[in-house]
């Protein structure tokens, strides 16, 4: 069985796609940063669709951290053959608010977690000569969004790492590839006021919020030899938003 990293796996969003890969036939390992029971939780889902999956704790932003993830996958499962990089986070504010720690925070794990966990990857793949790597970017990294201005460099410059290593590595059998999310219901987003959720549905044109399944099923076609002619596009999953 082909061996899967989600990173940020354990809720939200990486908790389905471990999921959905991990009924496809993956044995799955996912990282975290803080929640270790839904980790456990999400491992519990994974192993009923009778596949092996671990959990590591791992910040992406760290090297050390980074290699030592990828080499115990490897020892207990094998080399990584779908990486999906979805570790995130945000710390929203108006730019002349924002503090320097803040945006370092932001941009060293969405973008610079990418940036390691990618590299990690590569040396595996480039022996197989094939792998699907597959980058959680946002809608906010095309159209930006005030407040989120860390976010949304950060999410941009996913994209711009994107086409550049499928370019990179396509002749290595290799592809890579992101997708943009819209507003996705999930705990973050149900903290939300409810005239601003209301906004936010006025501009989707299928009229209605996006699910976490509605990025697993696109994130699971690209991990699959199903895409093997897909690399360096950014698929936006927003309702047309």
């Given at each position: ?38 980790a ?39 080399p ?15 730019l ?14 969405n ?12 040396k ?37 790492f ?11 059998g ?26 936010y ?41």
């Amino acid at each position: 069985m082909s061996v899967a990293l989600v990173t940020g796996g354990s809720r939200g969003i990486g908790r389905v796609i471990s999921e959905k890969l991990a009924r496809q036939g993956f044995n799955v390992a996912i990282c975290y940063s803080g929640n270790e029971s839904a980790a456990q939780d999400t491992i519990s889902e994974c192993k009923k669709y009778g596949v092996q999956a671990m959990f590591i704790k791992a910040d992406v932003s760290n090297e050390a951290d980074v290699k030592n993830m990828f080499d115990e996958v490897k020892d207990l499962m094998g080399p990584v053959e779908v990486l999906v990089n979805n570790a995130g986070i945000t710390k929203d504010g108006l730019l002349l608010r924002m503090s320097e720690e803040d945006y370092d925070a932001v941009v060293d794990t969405n973008l610079k977690g990418t940036f390691l966990c990618t590299k990690a990857a590569i040396k595996d793949m480039m022996k197989a000569r094939k792998g699907k790597i597959v980058n959680i970017t946002s809608i906010v990294g095309v159209n930006g969004n005030a407040g989120q201005s860390n976010y949304a460099a950060s999410k941009a410059g996913i994209i711009g790492f994107t086409k550049s290593v499928a370019r990179e590595y396509g002749s290595k059998g290799i592809t890579v590839n992101a997708v943009a999310p819209g507003f996705i219901q999930t705990a973050m987003t149900d903290k939300l006021p409810e005239n601003v959720k209301e906004d936010y549905l006025k501009q989707i044109p299928v009229g209605r919020f996006g699910s976490p399944e509605d990025v697993a099923n696109v994130v699971e076609f690209l991990a699959s030899e199903r895409s093997d002619y897909v690399t360096g596009q950014v698929i936006e999953v927003t309702g047309g938003m």
